[in-house]
């Protein structure tokens, strides 16, 4: 049971670049999220999906685009970086939506735009 | 706005000492307060969850309050160790649309000296 796996690691763009972060979970949550953390700042939430095929806004959503096509796999798009957009990335599952179920982060992805 | 604030940003104690951290917060509707540590490098890991009804939750040596009425909670490290060198981050709960929406503080640094 490896959790919550994120690809890649870490990743250098130059602005105006796109590409791909992908999350997979083996829990078979219905819920995932995207966070971006940045320094002196708590994570803030992008994107989230409360089941395949479905998406929503969270706080910070502009820039990014994601997909769910499949349940355990959630994806955040960049198309076209910025140096704004230089973060961590932290992916995140739930089995449901809030109350007592435990959300589960995986190790994030370190972005850096030049 | 929902907002949650923690204090002290950053704390340095001995080896073997306890220390609380705090959390205010001002989140509605209010759905649960977690708190989370946070290595260098790694996600956040889930440390205790409370819901509305609940006003401590213990696990291993840290123990979580919450007063709901003053909207406020603290986390209490006992005996500390080195490992429990970290960001300690405080999450409030809320809603929006039927969705779990998350608003997460800034962190506490935490350093145990040895």
Not at chain 1, 33 to 41: A, F, L, T, V
């Amino acid at each position: 049971n490896a959790g919550v796996t994120q690809t890649p690691k870490f990743r250098v763009l130059k602005t105006g670049q796109s590409m791909t972060l992908l999350c997979a979970q083996d829990m078979n949550h219905e819920y995932m999220y995207w966070y971006r953390q940045d320094p002196g700042m708590g994570l803030r939430l992008i994107h989230y999906s409360v089941g395949e095929g479905t998406t929503a806004k969270g706080e910070v959503p502009d820039g990014y685009n994601v997909s769910r096509l499949k349940k355990q796999n959630f994806l955040l798009g960049l198309e076209s970086a910025a140096p704004s957009q230089t973060s961590v990335y932290f992916c995140a599952s739930s089995l449901t939506s809030g109350g007592s179920y435990e959300q589960y982060f995986g190790p994030g992805t370190r972005l850096t735009v030049t | 706005k929902n907002q949650v604030e923690q204090s002290p940003q950053s704390l340095i104690i001995l080896e073997g000492k306890n220390c609380t951290l705090q959390c205010n917060y001002t989140v509605s509707p209010f759905s649960n307060l977690r708190w989370y540590k946070q290595d260098t490098g790694r996600g956040p890991v889930s440390l205790t969850i409370m819901t509305f009804s609940e006003n401590t939750k213990s696990n291993g040596r840290y123990t979580a309050t919450l007063d709901a009425d003053t909207k406020q909670s603290s986390l209490h490290i006992t005996a500390s160790q080195l490992s429990d060198s970290a960001s300690y981050i405080c999450v409030v709960g809320g809603s929006s649309g039927g969705s779990y929406i998350p608003t997460f503080g800034r962190g506490t640094s935490l350093i145990v000296h040895p």
